[in-house]
T-cell receptor, first 111, second 115 residues
Framework: LAKTTQPISMDSYEGQEVNITCSHNNIATNDYITWYQQFPSQGPRFIIQGYKTKVTNEVASLFIPADRKSSTLSLPRVSLSDTAVYYCLVGFSGGYNKLIFGAGTRLAVHP | AAGVIQSPRHLIKEKRETATLKCYPIPRHDTVYWYQQGPGQDPQFLISFYEKMQSDKGSIPDRFSAQQFSDYHSELNMSSLELGDSALYFC??????????????FGPGTRLTVL
C-alpha cells in the first residue's frame, strides 16, 4: 500500500477555502485516492474519492495531477463545523480492502 | 439512509474480563471491517469479513476473535482484557457488489474502558 504524507495541522478562518495536499509518491496503477473526515470520538466519514483529474461533490473537490503522486482536497468556504482530522488514503479499491490510516491533518477553523 | 449500527456504545470492563462488541452493517453490505483507535492515535485495522469468511487480518491480538453471521452482522470478542485495550472500536461496512470503488462507511464506535 502506498505511503501517504500530509501536513500534521492547518489553521483557517470561517469562509476561507482550505486546500490540504497529500503526497503519495508510490501510488500504484490500480490505486484510488480517498479522503475521510473524523470528528473527535466519531467514526471516520467518507468525503471524496478519485483516480485522476478532478472530482467534485457537494462537500469537496479533489484535484489529482497527471502523475498522481499527490492529491489536494479542497474545502470551499469552511465553517467552524469543518474542524476535524482529515485522512488521505491510497489503496486498491477493487473489492474489499482494509484502510491504512496514516497521520491525518488536524484542521482548526477559527471564527 | 440507514447507517452502520454498533452496540453497545459504551462499555466498562475490569482487567481479565471479556467483552463482546456487535456491528450491524448497512443493509445489503456484504463486507465488515473492525478498527481500533486508541487515545490520540489513528484508526488501526484489526480484521475484516466478506460473506461470512475472514478476508483480511491486521494487528488483532490473539486474545481477540471475530466472526460474521448469516445476517451479515459481526461480533468482536475480546478476552483477558488489558488496560491497553481501552479504545474506540469502529466497525465499517461496504459492498463489493457496488463496483470498483469500495467505500467504507463507519459506525459511531464503541468506547471500551478497561479498569
Amino acid at each position: 500500500l502506498a505511503k501517504t504524507t500530509q501536513p500534521i495541522s492547518m489553521d483557517s478562518y470561517e469562509g476561507q477555502e482550505v486546500n490540504i495536499t497529500c503526497s503519495h509518491n508510490n501510488i500504484a496503477t490500480n490505486d484510488y485516492i480517498t479522503w475521510y473526515q473524523q470528528f473527535p470520538s466519531q467514526g471516520p466519514r467518507f468525503i471524496i474519492q478519485g483516480y485522476k483529474t478532478k472530482v467534485t461533490n457537494e462537500v469537496a473537490s479533489l484535484f489529482i495531477p497527471a502523475d498522481r503522486k499527490s492529491s489536494t482536497l479542497s474545502l470551499p468556504r469552511v465553517s467552524l463545523s469543518d474542524t476535524a482530522v482529515y485522512y488521505c488514503l491510497v489503496g486498491f479499491s477493487g473489492g474489499y480492502n482494509k484502510l491504512i490510516f496514516g497521520a491525518g491533518t488536524r484542521l482548526a477553523v477559527h471564527p | 439512509a440507514a447507517g452502520v449500527i454498533q452496540s453497545p456504545r459504551h462499555l466498562i470492563k475490569e482487567k481479565r474480563e471479556t467483552a463482546t462488541l456487535k456491528c450491524y452493517p448497512i443493509p445489503r453490505h456484504d463486507t465488515v471491517y473492525w478498527y481500533q483507535q486508541g487515545p490520540g492515535q489513528d484508526p488501526q485495522f484489526l480484521i475484516s469479513f466478506y460473506e461470512k469468511m475472514q478476508s483480511d487480518k491486521g494487528s488483532i491480538p490473539d486474545r481477540f476473535s471475530a466472526q460474521q453471521f448469516s445476517d451479515y452482522h459481526s461480533e468482536l470478542n475480546m478476552s483477558s482484557l488489558e488496560l491497553g485495550d481501552s479504545a474506540l472500536y469502529f466497525c465499517a461496512s461496504s459492498s463489493r457488489g457496488a463496483g470498483v470503488t469500495d467505500t467504507q462507511y463507519f459506525g459511531p464506535g464503541t468506547r471500551l474502558t478497561v479498569l
